[in-house]
């Protein structure tokens, strides 16, 4: 595993922090779900996390500082460079993590806030309507023997876990429900079996 000592190893002195961020940066941004029109909310909380985890996300709680002038204190100076990097490596953080078709569609700023803001004004319709359709093939979507009865438990777990990431969770037995549903068709003879020797057991 890399550490800062052999990465420093590398590169200048000066250059070493600028190295150690660059690695930093693109290995938490491997773990982040490129946003593809139907993953926002997924995708927010990938961002949140990464940036928060890196201490990047200063530019997103705090708005942009004053414009420097000549007369500026030592502590204002500080303040103004802290935003001014969160802000930078932010924004490229969370264009470099949207495809290039998406990118093009959102409304471009140098503020990272601002930025963020307009991508979520972007898909806050999208993910409601995706939610829907998630919500409908859930109700509506039945075993039908092409693939094993766990390959169809998971792809409706599956679908649960991506309404929980819209802020849409089902509850557990919810869900239990729904699969039950789904085998009915194939199974419901067997279900009837079990529920009635459960019956005559009490």
């Known amino acids: 595993m890399w550490n800062y000592a052999v990465i420093c190893k590398h590169v200048n002195a000066n250059d070493c922090d600028a190295a ?21 909310l997924t995708w927010k909380e990938q961002i949140g996390i990464v940036l928060h985890v890196m201490d990047l996300d200063h530019a997103l709680r705090i708005d942009a500082p004053a414009a420097i002038v000549a007369q500026i204190t030592i502590e204002q100076m500080a303040a103004y460079e802290k935003w001014e990097r969160s802000n930078r490596v932010s924004l490229m953080i969370i264009k470099n993590s949207i495809s290039v078709v998406i990118r093009e569609a959102i409304h471009d700023s140098n503020d990272a806030k601002t930025y963020l803001a307009s991508v979520e004004e972007q898909f806050k319709g999208s993910s409601k309507a995706h939610a829907s359709t998630l919500i409908m093939k859930m109700l509506t979507t039945m075993y039908d023997k092409t693939s094993g009865v766990c390959e169809h438990i998971m792809m409706m777990n599956d ?20 699969i039950m549903t789904s085998l009915l068709v194939q199974f419901g003879s067997l279900f009837r079996c079990v529920s009635k020797k459960k019956k005559g057991l009490r």
């Open 20 to 40: 150690l961020s660059a690695f930093a940066i693109s290995r938490y941004l491997s773990d982040v779900e490129s946003l593809n029109g139907t993953n926002f």
């Open 159 to 178: 679908m649960a876990s991506k309404l929980k990431g819209m802020e849409m969770a089902i509850s557990e037995g919810f869900l239990i429900y729904f």
